[in-house]
């Protein structure tokens, strides 16, 4: 079947709107159901590359084998299961589905459940499998709807609607998930601009109304910022006392903080109330330490029990730094000695990590929070949020900060014999050349109490009542853990593995994947030499892009805005590059000389130099060393894709490569962040042998079934 260029200029220019809006589908989709599923469902809170990669495999598949009659009648299907199995997650028991073993994931444990360990296994990989199954039905039918307009537009002209579609993607999300809108607003938006597309399916259009309104279910005390969904529960105050005293903060399901008045008016007058006493004495422990501080930093600041704690000890100012701005605005209208409000606290909606690279300012205390954040940094990265606060390189950054004697301590909710509390201990220890002094505190069971950390001038302070010292028995340990560092930063990794709980569904969908594939005949197709290029080219993109993550979130923190940034950046580097080659296609030879420069260049360079930079000059200069491998890979693909017989199933191929590269972007648990530079290249080396011997002129793409240019 062959397809006519020849058509009129309005028929051009709907078939242009129509590609743009359905690339922009796929690419706002994939970031909705990433962020929702892993907000209820908590086990893709900490699995978040499986969705991306279900995603990537899902829109691939649909583009190389279109949008055939059957899976349009499975869609009302997928649409009702995917997102009310999300809605619906905690009445169906999906919201703490345990993982099969606690190695990575603080939280998780059999022996909590009294459930026969076999049973949570079968049901962990049932649960987990069966969602990712139903994702990728869903992309199938919206990679079918690109394929089938970008089957009608010349190759470059297509691609470059197709980057230009799903780079709106990326901004409009980014936009709308920096106010506090609900998921019921993220998933309406998606399905008003995908309606065109289904107007002769009532059943795909009844799926969307039934699946607007169950999300749009009035949700008490409930709101989203860019990284949580933010729960605030009032406790009730004692008797006599007008206002509550207490709250309970929750995100994404799970207990993360309370908010207390720890006030001597409210203390003297219900010592036994809600807070206790042990709350009050784990908040002034820094100050039964250290008297009287006069400058006083606090990272993971959160809704202000700490600022609070710092105002009734008399310090002279605080600055309290919190990541989430949703957070900080309920400690500001909720916290009742309302520490926020005070003339001596300036407040910084900031990364912790990300501040102290910045600051100038000297501190005589500096406090890390309780500060767990619950979530994965990006759905490119295997790395959690906080990881880079906790890592050697951190510790060091906050020991810059310190004036002469001034002290350090540091809050994590752990146990006393736990390699989390070891590996803190050990490399706290290495930042400052000593050990600190580490005590166990009850405070708090609903976060499993905690461990406190003491290093700098109140390290070797008196005794200190109410807490147990711990500090011999972690000195004594036999327990050899890895130090947590900026090329290593898994602090709730036990040792150099990929976790059981990851690898079973890894291994899973892989097998999945692949007698999908061989139904549909493309795997004989992959192992043709052009479709290897594409292959690996698509693979050795998305480890680019999750080096670049990691990298800038080292930089400028890790934030929602510099992820939206790095992916942004992506899509406009390798539309720069097809404009490039419909203009003039540069050779081939000399782009792969460039990238493999620029990949070699990127995988040595200390990234750590361009510190010393002014704002404006380290933007740049990162901006340069991330993106310029993009282009010229960028440029090498479009110059593929232009001789490709047929560009729908050609960028498919490349999708299914990005499937490959999520997964083993997970070996950097075992070797560091550094191997994802190394595997880059080897993938794009693949992809330059296989472009040598097989001319992208062999129409080797081709599916039975699937339309084809002539």
Not at 510 to 538: D, K, P, Q, W, Y
């Amino acid at each position: 079947m062959g397809v006519a260029y020849g058509v009129g200029s309005g028929q051009q220019t709907r078939t242009t709107v129509k590609l743009f809006i359905a690339s922009f589908l796929a690419l706002y989709f994939e970031l909705v159901v990433i962020r929702y599923l892993s907000t209820e469902i908590r086990v893709f809170a900490y699995l978040k590359n499986l969705p991306l990669i279900a995603s990537f495999f899902g829109i691939g598949l649909g583009m190389i084998v279109g949008r055939p009659r059957k899976f349009r009648l499975v869609f009302p299907g997928a649409v009702l299961a995917l997102f009310l199995l999300i809605v619906f997650s905690s009445p169906l028991g999906l919201t703490h589905i345990p993982f099969p073993s606690g190695d990575y994931f603080v939280w998780t444990s059999f022996e909590r459940q009294g459930i026969p360990p076999i049973v949570l296994v079968l049901r962990y990989w049932t649960c987990t499998t069966a969602i990712l199954a139903v994702l990728v039905g869903f992309f199938v039918v919206l990679g079918g709807i690109v394929g089938e307009q970008l089957q009608r537009v010349p190759a470059l002209r297509g691609y470059g609607i197709n980057l230009a579609g799903s780079m709106a993607g990326i901004i409009i999300f980014t936009y709308i998930s920096y106010w506090d809108v609900s998921p019921a607003v993220w998933i309406l938006i998606g399905f008003l601009v995908a309606i065109p597309f289904f107007l002769r399916d009532p059943l795909v259009i009844l799926s969307f109304v039934i699946v607007v309104l169950a999300a749009a279910a009035p949700q008490a005390n409930t709101y989203w910022s860019p990284y949580y969904r933010v729960t605030l529960q009032a406790v009730e105050p004692p008797h006599g006392w007008s206002r509550p005293a207490a709250y309970f903060l929750t995100v994404n399901h799970d207990f993360h903080q309370k908010i207390v008045d720890l006030s001597d008016s409210f203390i003297s007058r219900y010592p036994e109330a809600e807070p206790n006493r042990s709350a009050r004495l784990t908040y002034g422990l820094p100050y039964q330490l250290f008297p009287n501080p006069g400058r006083v930093l606090v990272v993971g600041a959160g809704t202000g029990n700490d600022v609070a704690a710092a105002l009734r000890h008399g310090v002279d100012h605080v600055d309290a730094v919190e990541i989430d701005p949703v957070i900080l605005d309920l400690g500001r209208k909720y916290h009742p000695e309302r520490p926020y409000d005070s003339a001596k606290v300036t407040l910084f909606v900031d990364d912790a990590r990300a501040f102290f690279k910045k600051a100038q300012a000297k501190y005589d205390l500096v406090i890390f929070g309780f500060l767990d954040a619950e979530t994965m940094l990006s759905a490119f990265s295997s790395i959690r949020l906080d990881n880079y606060v906790y890592t050697l390189e951190s510790f060091r950054e906050a020991r810059r900060l310190l004036n002469e004697n001034a002290c350090l301590i540091l809050y994590f909710a752990t146990r006393p014999a736990h390699y989390i509390t070891q590996r803190l201990f050990d490399t706290l220890t290495a930042a400052f050349g000593q050990p600190p002094r580490a005590y166990f505190i009850g405070y708090d069971s609903a976060g499993g109490g905690g461990a406190v950390f003491v290093e700098g001038g109140a390290r070797d302070g008196g005794f200190v009542g109410g807490f147990s010292d711990i500090t011999d028995q972690l000195q004594r340990s036999s327990h050899s853990v890895t130090l947590a560092t900026d090329h290593w930063p898994f602090l709730y990794l036990p040792r150099r593995t990929i976790p059981v709980s990851i690898l079973l569904i890894l291994v899973t969908f892989l097998i999945g994947a692949r007698r999908v594939l061989r139904r549909t005949m493309v795997i004989t197709s992959l192992g043709r030499r052009e479709n290897l290029h594409l292959f690996a080219l698509g693979a050795g993109f998305l480890l680019l892009e999750t080096k670049a993550v990691t990298e800038l979130s080292l930089l400028f923190g890790s934030t929602w805005v510099v992820n939206a940034v790095v992916i942004a950046a992506f899509l406009m580097m390798a539309l720069l590059a097809n404009a490039v080659v419909t203009v003039r296609p540069p050779s081939r030879r000399l782009s792969y000389a460039a990238l493999f420069l620029m990949l070699v260049f990127g995988t040595v360079f200390p990234y750590s130099i361009l510190e010393a930079l002014p704002s404006e000059g380290k933007v740049s200069a990162a901006a340069a060393i991330v993106a310029l491998p993009v282009f010229f890979s960028g440029l090498i693909f479009s110059s593929s894709l232009s001789g490709a017989p047929n560009p729908a199933q050609a960028l498919g191929i490349n999708l299914l490569g990005a499937v490959v590269g999520g997964t083993l972007e997970n070996l950097v648990m075992v070797a560091g962040t550094p191997v994802l530079g190394v595997i880059a290249i080897a993938l794009y080396t693949l992809s330059a042998f296989c472009l040598r011997k097989a001319p992208m002129k062999d129409p080797g793409l081709a599916v039975p079934g699937a339309p084809t240019f002539h």
